[in-house]
């Protein structure tokens, strides 16, 4: 009996620590949920990819210069998939509208919200 506790204690220690790391990622401290941006900016790629996909755009700064930025959608690809979205559904140079939550250190990164391609798509996680 004292054999099968440790043994079942030990498996759950490994669980956990393994376990761990899975989720690590799926916390989303990196992006200041307490503002939101909106933006309007031309595709340069679209990485349909697992865990998320991100969307790579660039954006006219006040200067009238190019600015790149990056958003991530808080959902995975197959999510996405089952709402019509497809791995070509942004194409680079498309126009697009988004918006999310800015990332904290500065960075130009959103953690999308929502999207609205050229043909009339919308995202909304």
């Known amino acids: 009996m004292r054999n099968r506790f440790f043994a079942g204690l030990a498996a759950t220690v490994i669980l956990v620590w393994v376990a761990g790391p899975l989720f690590a990622h799926h916390a989303d401290t990196n992006y200041d949920r307490s503002k939101e941006l909106t933006l309007v900016g031309t595709v340069t790629e679209f990485k349909f990819v697992n865990p ?29 998939y089952n709402a019509g979205w497809k791995a070509n559904a942004l194409q680079p140079g498309d126009q697009i509208t988004i ?10 990164m959103l953690r999308m919200h929502h999207v609205k391609s050229p043909r009339g798509q919308e995202w909304k996680d």
């Open 52 to 80: 998320h996909p991100h969307i790579y755009f660039q954006v006219k700064d006040e200067n009238g210069s190019m600015v790149d930025w990056i958003a991530e959608t808080g959902a995975p690809p197959a999510r996405m």
């Open 99 to 108: 918006s999310g939550n800015p990332a904290k250190d500065g960075r130009k």
